[in-house]
């Protein structure tokens, strides 16, 4: 167990005080279970030993001994894989097993974000596995790459969930096997921190120092309380001049929800769309293609993408090749331009907060709270599915002090 122990201390990062006991729950799992200490435990056998110990024994320690089993496991699996010398097969599979992960992706209108994310963990899965034949790779394969994110890259754990997602899909639709329900890997540990908001004077500041259209999105994405992909995406017909509206189609989850358009942008907005009718006129005269209609709509209203409805809000410049269906077209503004424009406003503006244009969307919920608006209202507007992710912000807004009494007096 000395190799065990040095893992614990200087790969996991297990504080010394901690590690006796770590220690000390594995031995106790494979005695009760009366295994050598070089075999792997299955999920059934973690869950028996578990179950004996919360017969006496309190929740924490539980926990402990899960978390304790969870890296030994690792512990154990790593060391076999350095051990390992097998020749490493032809990538003719993998190119084969990820192609049909990639059809299964369009089929399910996944976002080409969404494609892009799970093939980028799909090949560092690859990679990790030294190209192991696909048709072998087990769940515990899986379980040693989740369990190396959060160990060795110390990865955060929505980035460990975004990677067992894309894996899940993996198994599920390349290689035509469905994972276990239950992946016993180590948890990447969680970090409590609060999101970076910006006050209402810094907010106005960053905005004098953005060209217009750029400053139009970010006034929208701020009075909207948007997110940056949500304004890129808007489409005309998502417009709601006279109720002062905005949907947000398809946004995170899938969801359509409608929030605010300020009053005070109107008038820009309006301006803004008259320019961009211009270029939408000149795409026709020249008869390029309509623009990346969602999902199947292309095929069931072909005439769609060339309509003024279903034009972007925030087209680009530029026409650009798509990525999925090699046609050239106009696509709406990429999200770096505004990222880059925004962190050179911030910049010269002086203000040392690792802000970015998230930070806007954070802004609005939390100066809506100090407005004095409900928390169910803000969760709406945000398109949040749990109170719990929009009560963050009640720990951000600021409470007016004056106008609270002590009950002494």
Known sequence: MENFKIYLKNVANIPDKYIPFYIHWVKAAYNFLELNLNTELSQKQTKTFLQKLSVNHPDWQIKQAQSALRHYQFFLQKNRQSENTTIKPSTDLWDKTIQLTIQNLRL???????EKSYLKWIREFKFFMQEKNPAELTEKDLQHFLSHLAVVKKVAPSTQNQALNALVFFFRYGLNREPENSINAVRAVPKKRLP??????????????????IR?????????GLRLQECLSLRIKDIDLRNNIIWVRAGKGDKDRKTLLAQSVKDELKTHLQNVKKIYQQDRKRNLEGVELPHALAKKYPNASTEWKWFWVFPSRSLSVDPRTTLVRRHHVHPATLQKAFKKALKKCNIAKSATIHSLRHSFATHLLENGYDIRTVQELLG????????IYTHIAKTN?????????
């Open 401 to 409: 002090l004056e106008k609270v009494r002590s009950p002494l007096d």
């Open 216 to 224: 139009l999105m970010a006034k929208i994405i701020y009075g909207g």
């Open 108 to 114: 399910k209108h996944r976002s080409f974000s969404t």
């Open 196 to 213: 970076v908001v910006l006050t209402r004077q810094e907010i106005l500041q960053i905005f004098q120092n953005l060209p217009p259209q």
């Open 384 to 391: 949040h599915k749990n109170l719990q992710t929009t009560m």
